[in-house]
Structure formats: C-alpha cells, structure tokens
C-alpha cells in the first residue's frame, strides 16, 4: 500500500514540474536552432513552433539585428511606438526563450493597459520620465502597483499581469524592454475588447461594463491603433 501511494505521489510530483515547465518557453537542446521561414526545405525541423535551419548553414548574420539606436516615429494616437526584436525578425531567438523591444514614447504617450500571455518584462528608463504600473489577478483582489521611474530605473512586469506606461515628462522618453520569451505576444486591452474582429456581441460587453448598449456602439466604431 506504501508503495502504491509513493507511486502516487511521484506520479503526481513529476505532472506538477512538466506542468511548470510548459509554462514558458522550453530549454533548448542544442547550441542554437535558428528559424527558417522556408518551411518546405528538406534540411527543416519543427522545434517550438519554428522549422530549424541547418546548423551547418547558420552564420553571425542570424543571430544580429541593427537600428534600435534610431528613435521611432510617435505622431499616432497613442503617442508611442514599440518596436520589437522577437523570433520573427532575429531568427537566432528561435528556442532561447528571449526578446527585446524599444518603447519610444512622446510627451504625454503612452504604451497602453496590455498584457504579454507568455512572457514576464523587465523595463529599463533610457531617457525621461515614466509613471509604469500593473494591476494582480482577481484572486489577490485586482491590486495596482504602480511607480514613477526616470532615467537608470528598472522595474519588472509579472508574467499575464496587465500594464501600462506612461510619459509623464515634458520630453521625449525612451525605455528598452526584455522579455522571458521569443514570442511573448501582446494583447492590448482596449483593441482586443473593443476592436475584436468580428466584434463581440455589444449586449455581453454593455452586461460586463455596466454601461448603456449606445457607450459600447460607439466605442466599438473607434479605430483602435495598435502601437506594437
């Protein structure tokens, strides 16, 4: 009998770390796997949700990516512009569960409530002033913790939590993100609510808001601009 409920447990111990293992990106098992676009090539392997390139093939090019020290164009709505180095433009990311984005932000931009379903951020202020926050799960009772970081200051970003920053300052603002994933995604609040294609049914919003049906009618007309 002991030993069927040591069998158990095991069992149950060993489901629990393959369970949090899956729950980011897995190690790699070689060196590198460089993706490759060309999905009908003979030398491809499917690993982690891109074909391999040939390690033979692979060179320095691969693994380099240029211009994130040129400030990016600001002038749409949201007053930022987030430019993102993941796996689908630094192929050398694929398997090494990394990636990187620069957020240029206006005065008064910002990068909108959104959240990255598979990737924890780590957010370092480059230039100007920040006010950056993120709201807990429902379970720990929506709690928002929020801080005002200026050039030097880092602050983290949980795994799926929603956050935001904003441009406080009066100038130009440049922050540099790293993410615990070679495709974190994102998922902006607003646009994903109010911007779905095809669009959700206003009566389950309108019921979910507590607003009048017209407030989501109109909301759902607005072009939601995607920053990312």
Aim: charged share 15%; aromatic share 10%; glycine share 8%.
């Amino acid at each position: 009998m002991k030993g069927v409920y040591f069998l158990i447990s095991t069992l149950a111990i060993l489901a629990s770390a393959t369970f949090l293992v899956s729950a980011s990106d897995p190690s790699p098992l070689q060196d590198f796997c460089v993706a490759l676009n060309d999905t009908k090539s003979a030398e491809a392997v499917f690993v982690n949700g891109k074909f391999c390139k040939d390690p033979k093939l692979v060179n320095a090019n691969d693994f380099f990516f240029s211009g994130l020290q040129n400030p990016r164009n600001t002038q749409n709505p949201l007053g930022s512009n987030v430019t993102a180095v993941n796996v689908d433009n630094l192929l050398g990311l694929n398997t090494l569960g990394i990636s990187l984005a620069r957020i240029d932000f206006a005065p008064n931009g910002l990068n909108p409530p959104h959240t990255h379903p598979r990737a924890t951020e780590i957010l370092v202020v480059l230039e100007g002033t920040l006010y950056v926050g993120f709201v807990t799960s429902n379970g720990d009772g929506n709690r928002l913790f929020t801080k005002v970081l200026n050039k030097g200051d880092v602050f983290v970003f949980p795994i799926g939590l929603i956050h935001f920053q904003l441009n406080v300052g009066q100038v130009n603002a440049v922050a540099f993100a790293g993410l615990s994933s070679q495709n974190p995604g994102v998922i902006t609040i607003a646009k994903a609510v109010f911007g779905s294609q095809p669009p959700i049914n206003p009566d389950v919003l309108a019921k979910a808001f507590q607003v009048d049906d017209n407030v989501v009618d109109n909301l759902q007309k607005q072009f939601w601009y995607d920053n990312n």
